[in-house]
């Protein structure tokens, strides 16, 4: 079961960096977050990964998940469609 979360949060975590770093550049049109405070939700959202990470090296699936929905749902969410809008591939 450990192995099997671990490998689901580094699935989402790989998606959620290959996205963030592909589009950091991108402008939050249409959000109602401009371009700085888009920018602002990636950083956390990068500091979130950062913070999962460490806690699947060392054990934790249970908190990493935890962490790593978090992230998502506070930070990410915010900024996904936005990126999609500015750039959908």
């Known amino acids: ?22 589009s950091a550049g991108a402008t939050a049109s249409g959000s109602g977050a401009d371009r700085s405070e888009a920018i602002q939700q990636l950083e956390v959202t990068r500091e979130s990964i950062d913070r999962t990470l460490e806690l699947v090296k060392g054990g934790k699936a249970e908190q990493a998940f935890s962490e790593a929905k978090d992230g998502y749902l506070t930070h990410f969410e915010l900024v996904e469609v936005p990126l999609r809008v500015a750039d959908a591939a």
Do not use: D, S, Y
């Not at 790989?14 to 963030?20: E, P, Q, R, T």
């Open 1 to 22: 079961m450990t192995r099997w979360l671990a490998r689901g949060i580094a699935c989402l975590l790989g998606a959620l960096i290959l996205v963030g770093l592909a």
